[in-house]
């Protein structure tokens, strides 16, 4: 037995799947026109599975203040944020970050995956215990096995469950860190964040929530779900990514504990890597912005997200439980699911394609994710085209 031999596996697994010359998890973007058209495969097309949720990748002020920084600053830090990768930027973004959320603390992280990976492993430890949805993206997963902590799964946004295992923990729930998500990201499921917060208040919890998906999507100020319920207060930490409503690269999280400061001292994943670079830093300012100043975005957004969901609700397609900008159809086999999916994308449409560990309890998912710069004709060509091929699907 080699070290290589697990990867064998893996070409079997692959090969066993995915018919010769086709590998949808390679998928190769050869030209990008604008945030909702590229070209793939030779064929220009329609991109209906990116979370740009509001379009701002090709958002003119992001790109000159990119193009800007890009000018006077250079191209990348090279440097972790605690030696010489923190520029002004940084700073300013985290400050930006700090006061759009009405919160005391914020750290900007190179990717949202290792802002999960670092402040949770960071944050919780042996002896403490996490409690986490069962349907936690893999960076929360990770951070937690990282983190040694005992670990704690209660059942997908099942409130009966959590109350179950923070009422058997008793005294140490103290220690415990409950973790969710805002907005699930394959299923585009929806958390009952003010159940969960009122449980964690119960029980003397500290709560988490990712809100990759949901930032810049919910509540009045985008601020997402947590201030689409009102729990702000009752929110211990949230962190996010720069890589959806942002159009861009990095994490973060942002908290009103004093202590979220200290992580920088000690957080792995914010010492021990380079930092965004200048430019990313600039965009997402001024994307930050264009949150703050145009909600005509999210407004479009949701018109978009109401239009695909409820069209393909009519057309009788199985989809997750709530209307979200994530529209995930559930296909019954992997084999029909890979060939919509091909199918798709030969008439000009490109969704992602997500089966099982990506996707929840077994499922084979055709996972569409809109965005604010979709026009009304582009969500109409996206319905025409699955209702053409739905036979395909059943
Ligand atoms: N959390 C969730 C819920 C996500 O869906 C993702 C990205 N898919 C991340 C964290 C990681 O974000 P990033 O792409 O910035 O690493």
Redesign the pocket.
Known sequence: MSILDKLCVVSEARNALLPPGVDPFNVVIEEIYSATEASIQGRRVLLAGTNNYLGLTFDPQCIKAAQVSLEKEGTGTTGSRMANGTFAGHRDLEKDLASFYCCSEAIVFS???VA?LGVISTLAGPGDVIVLDADS?A?IYDACRMSGAEMIRFRHNNLEDLEKKLKRLGPKAEKTLIIV?GIY?MLGDCAPLAEIAALKKKYGAWLLV?E??SMGVLGDHGRGMAEAVGVEDDVDFIVG?F?KSLGS?G?YCVSNHPELALIRYVCRSYVFTASPSPSTIASVRAALQAIQTKPQLRTRLWDNATLLYQGLKELGFELGPDLSPVVAIRVPTREKTLLAWQTLLDRGIYVNLVFPPAAPAGMSLLRCSISAAHTPEQVDFILETFSDIKNLMT
């Open positions: 990717t949202g995956f999960n993206h960076s998500e990201s990712d990759a998906h990514t890589s690269i994490g």
